[in-house]
């Protein structure tokens, strides 16, 4: 059983995570959406909020998991019995942070691949931060996350 990992913070998650997360619904047995705890960053949603929207949006694909982890990714896969680490790539200036990961859980860990999807063009430009940007400022960010959670985001950022 292939089992993948799609770590990240999702704070929140953005049409571009949940379509990546879709795409590799299709070629794992498992895809485990696993949110980063940081103590030392704390974000617009806690980590129970983000792994509830997250779950939300998700509920429909049937191998798709969503939970927290703290630590080093590379000792949660383990946990896991999970094989490969899926991140999405959106332009040549993801590539050298992601690059220096994958690398680093190459070292830490040589059994683990990290497998990268190329983002869907339409979703490119799209991050967490720039979201919350665009809802500070009153902006819409109706087609830029999954329709279920726009209200969420605006109510937070509202309340703020
Ligand atoms: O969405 P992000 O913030 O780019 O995700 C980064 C994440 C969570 C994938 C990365 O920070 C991570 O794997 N953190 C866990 C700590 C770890 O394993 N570090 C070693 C690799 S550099």
Redesign the pocket.
Known sequence: MKIAVY????DPITNGHLDIIERAAKIFDEVIV?V?I?PDKKGLFTIEERVELIKRVTKNIKNVKVES?Y??????MKEKNAQV?V?GLRAVSDFE?EF??AL??KK?DASIETCFMMTNAKYSYLS?SSIKQVVMFGGCIEDLVPSEIVNDIVDKINKK
């Open positions: 770590p990240g913070s999702f696993a980063l940081n982890f630590g080093l990714l590379v000792n949660y680490i991140k942070y220096q990961m680093m859980n830490l967490s």
